[in-house]
């Protein structure tokens, strides 16, 4: 099992909803992040968890909150985002001794 | 911090070979990735290069020049297939292998 499996694939959601991403993976990988895309831009880094534990944070809002249940599981809770929020959100994990990271196909988000 | 560059659009005929050019500034340099990404699709990782010379894959290569803060990937028999985002990207923070990404290249393959 080589796959990252992202839930939802779309959502949409408005500025006063509190929803959640979720992230699994079952590679054994202890490196979980999340990275935020815009349209025609790259995947920019949000987040890092090694070993369960938040290890970067790069200056995210505080309305973007991670959760780390488990060594398999990422989840990313969303409340009172804007409009600008709306982009494709990316889940990937990797193992540090090996170089490759896995990506999720990503959950499309819409703020209205 | 880290400044990754790349043109932001080439095309190319069919069958032929297209070389993607990246140069990058960073404090303290740990190795840089290529990622190809289809539209609407997750990155998938295609090579690693830490140390200068070139790594040949299949139909892909890599190479980098640690002293020019320089890297190409190297795309021959070009196949449609082929029409996607090529990302450069540098080890992240940390020394960790999370990839930092530079804005990413359009490759558009045309008959």
């Known amino acids: 099992d080589t796959e990252v499996t992202q839930t939802p694939k779309h959502l949409v959601m408005g500025m006063t909803n509190k929803k959640s991403l979720k992230c699994e993976q079952h590679?054994?990988?202890?490196?979980m992040y999340w990275y935020k895309q815009k349209a025609k831009k790259p995947p920019e880094l949000m987040f890092v968890?090694?070993?369960?534990?938040?290890?970067i944070n790069e200056s995210v809002p505080s309305r973007f909150s991670p959760e780390c249940p488990n060594s398999s599981l990422l989840n990313l809770h969303l409340h009172a985002l804007q409009p600008e929020d709306s982009a494709l959100y990316l889940c990937?994990?990797?193992?540090?001794?090996?170089?490759?990271?896995?990506f999720g196909q990503g959950t499309r988000l819409t703020v209205v | 911090g880290q400044n990754i560059d790349q043109p932001t659009e080439m095309t190319a005929t069919e069958g032929a070979i297209v070389q993607i050019n990246c140069t990058y500034q960073?404090?303290?340099?740990?190795?840089l990735f290529w990622y190809q990404q289809h539209a609407g699709e997750a990155p998938t990782f295609l090579s690693y290069?830490?140390?200068?010379g070139l790594e040949e894959k299949g139909r892909f290569s890599s190479f980098l020049s640690r002293s020019k803060g320089y890297s190409y990937l190297l795309l021959k028999e070009l196949q449609m297939k082929d029409s996607a985002s090529y990302l450069c990207?540098?080890?992240?923070?940390?020394?960790?292998?999370?990839?930092?990404f530079g804005r990413g290249t359009s490759l558009i393959v045309h008959p």
């Open positions: 290069n830490v140390l200068d």
């Open positions: 968890y090694s070993y369960e534990k938040l290890s």
């Open positions: 990207a540098v080890r992240g923070p940390g020394g960790s292998y999370i990839p930092t």
């Open positions: 960073t404090s303290g340099f740990n190795g």
């Open positions: 590679m054994g990988h202890r490196a």
């Open positions: 990937a994990s990797s193992q540090g001794t090996v170089i490759e990271a896995f």
